[in-house]
């Protein structure tokens, strides 16, 4: 059966539904499945709980179902790149789980790797850890975390072959390769889709095919930058 798909919003909408939980690849803009989020804004599926490193900024990346009032709780290790985030987070209408950054990453890949929980040092003494199990290893406590299975999971790749094997370009591999285990149904977008016969070389494949379900053509849309800095002509260095 073909994991091909004819566009994003039909991967997406065939798949979500209200209430659903969805972990998604990126850090920051990079890396970000751009159309498949866009799907998903279309799709107008509410109530969703989104796990990602970030929430995207201001009408950019995860920011556009903020906008779109569809999220009802967040798990993430960072936000501070979005202003309507803390808004809605301040006036109660979005739920918040901060976890750190490597914690999220391991239950995510925990979850992919059928691991229902595991201990970790990160968190014990903070609030982070409050209601959650302690258990003391070799003289030091340790927090338990629950691994991470999201209903659907969505990724960008830089290039797949037809049977879903992915790989990814530098920085843009970062939380994507977690994502895309976790997943009960997984959803890429690859910017290069190898023809039919063709495979990504298996000594280089990130991801394997068997945990992609749909994948889609990426529209390859303008890579955003979050924070653009350039230095001043005539500037000290900048000549």
């Known amino acids: 059966m073909s994991k091909m798909w004819s566009s994003a919003a039909n991967a997406v909408r065939s798949a979500?539904?209200?209430?659903?939980?969805?972990?998604?690849?990126?850090?920051?803009?990079?890396?970000?499945p751009t159309d498949l989020i866009e799907a998903l804004r279309d799709s107008g599926a509410k109530d969703l709980t989104i796990i990602s490193n970030n929430m995207g900024v201001d009408g950019k990346g995860l920011g556009i179902l903020l906008?779109?009032?569809?999220?009802?709780k967040v798990l993430a290790s960072y936000v501070g790149e979005n202003k309507l985030f803390a808004q809605q987070?301040?006036?109660?209408?979005?739920?918040?789980e901060f976890v750190p950054q490597g914690t999220?990453?391991?239950?995510m890949r925990a979850g992919g790797a059928g691991i229902p929980a595991f201990y970790t040092k990160t968190g014990v003494g903070t609030p982070i850890a409050e209601?959650?199990?302690?258990?003391?290893?070799?003289?030091?406590?340790?927090?338990m975390e629950r691994g991470i299975v999201a209903d659907i999971a969505l990724v960008h790749a830089h290039t797949a072959d037809r049977e879903g094997n992915l790989i990814y370009r530098h920085t843009a591999r970062?939380?994507?390769?977690?994502?895309?285990?976790?997943g009960r149904i997984t959803i890429a977008e690859a910017e290069v889709i190898l023809?039919?016969?063709?495979?990504?070389?298996?000594?280089?494949?990130?991801?394997?095919?068997?945990?992609?379900?749909?994948?889609?053509?990426?529209?390859?849309?303008?890579?955003?930058?979050e924070q653009r800095t350039v230095r001043s002509r005539g500037e000290e260095g900048g000549k």
């Open 16 to 32: 979500v539904f209200d209430g659903a939980t969805i972990a998604v690849g990126g850090f920051g803009l990079s890396g970000n």
């Open 67 to 72: 906008d779109n009032k569809q999220v009802k």
């Open 89 to 96: 987070y301040l006036d109660g209408e979005l739920e918040v």
């Open 104 to 107: 999220l990453a391991e239950r």
């Open 131 to 143: 209601g959650k199990p302690h258990e003391v290893f070799d003289g030091e406590t340790y927090v």
């Open 174 to 182: 970062n939380f994507n390769p977690m994502v895309a285990t976790c």
């Open 195 to 225: 023809d039919e016969g063709t495979y990504v070389d298996p000594n280089i494949i990130v991801t394997p095919g068997i945990f992609v379900q749909r994948l889609v053509q990426s529209t390859l849309p303008e890579r955003e930058i």
